[in-house]
């Protein structure tokens, strides 16, 4: 199972130095290459490791593996190639809300949000709870200066998480740049005062999170 961010661990220095050594050189496209296979280097040892040594299924470990390299063209910026290893998974998993997540964030990193919005989108029709979903859908409104959108799309998921403090935040945002200071700061307020841990997700609020929990591990955003 692949954690995010620790799966590279000091790879990135080693990348960054590649990088600089050979970008005059070689040009973007070898660069690109050159970086993917360096993101791929720890891919292929938990590939090995889940073969060998953990007690995973060959689907598993085929959609584990997949998850990485995807994960290691958007890591080299080779976008088209990370979206066509996310539709892979889809094929075997047309509901998987770690993808439909990882896609949205393929598009939202490099500001293309239009792009993303249909991906958010269907990680709500699959999980309408999920928490995640309705607040990067609202990013993208925000971002797109779709204020009114945003602010419905965090009504509906404060509803069920009162205390998700990014999300109050996010609607303080918004109806500030509406013009609504006192519902701004009402919900500015509202953030303050919730959990001082960050602890915005309580037991049974959200459908199917334990079973979904290992699974957005991989998600990137």
């Given at each position: 199972?692949?954690?995010?961010?620790?799966?590279?661990?000091?790879?990135?220095?080693?990348?960054?130095?590649?990088?600089?050594?050979?970008?005059?050189?070689?040009?973007?496209?070898?660069?690109?290459?050159?970086?993917?296979?360096?993101?791929?280097?720890?891919?292929?040892?938990?590939?090995?490791?889940?073969?060998?040594?953990?007690?995973?299924?060959?689907?598993?470990?085929?959609?584990?593996?997949?998850?990485?390299?995807?994960?290691?063209?958007?890591?080299?910026?080779?976008?088209?190639?990370?979206?066509?290893?996310?539709?892979?998974?889809?094929?075997?998993?047309?509901?998987?809300?770690?993808?439909?997540?990882?896609?949205?964030?393929?598009?939202y990193r490099r500001g293309m949000f239009?792009?993303?919005?249909?991906?958010?989108?269907?990680?709500?029709?699959?999980?309408?709870?999920?928490?995640?979903?309705?607040?990067?859908?609202?990013?993208?409104?925000?971002?797109?200066?779709?204020?009114?959108?945003?602010?419905?799309?965090?009504?509906?998921?404060?509803?069920?998480?009162?205390?998700?403090?990014?999300?109050?935040?996010?609607?303080?945002?918004?109806?500030?740049?509406?013009?609504?200071?006192?519902?701004?700061?009402?919900?500015?307020?509202?953030?303050?005062?919730?959990?001082?841990?960050?602890?915005?997700?309580?037991?049974?609020?959200?459908?199917?999170?334990?079973?979904?929990?290992?699974?957005?591990?991989?998600?990137?955003?």
């Amino acid at each position: 199972m692949f954690g995010g961010e620790d799966l590279f661990g000091s790879w990135d220095l080693v990348i960054v130095i590649f990088s600089v050594t050979f970008v005059s050189v070689e040009g973007n496209k070898m660069l690109r290459g050159l970086k993917y296979f360096l993101y791929l280097i720890p891919i292929l040892w938990v590939f090995l490791k889940d073969l060998v040594w953990e007690d995973l299924s060959l689907g598993e470990i085929r959609t584990n593996y997949l998850f990485g390299k995807a994960n290691a063209y958007d890591r080299a910026n080779c976008l088209r190639k990370a979206v066509r290893v996310y539709k892979e998974i889809l094929r075997r998993d047309p509901n998987s809300i770690a993808v439909f997540l990882n896609l949205g964030g393929l598009y939202y990193r490099r500001g293309m949000f239009e792009t993303a919005i249909p991906y958010y989108e269907k990680v709500i029709r699959v999980n309408p709870k999920h928490y995640q979903g309705h607040y990067w859908l609202a990013m993208c409104f925000q971002r797109l200066e779709r204020y009114h959108a945003a602010i419905n799309t965090l009504e509906e998921v404060i509803q069920f998480l009162p205390t998700f403090k990014d999300a109050l935040n996010l609607m303080g945002e918004c109806y500030e740049q509406i013009g609504e200071s006192a519902k701004a700061e009402h919900c500015y307020l509202k953030a303050i005062g919730t959990d001082p841990n960050g602890i915005i997700i309580h037991g049974g609020i959200l459908d199917h999170w334990t079973q979904e929990k290992k699974k957005e591990e991989r998600i990137k955003h």
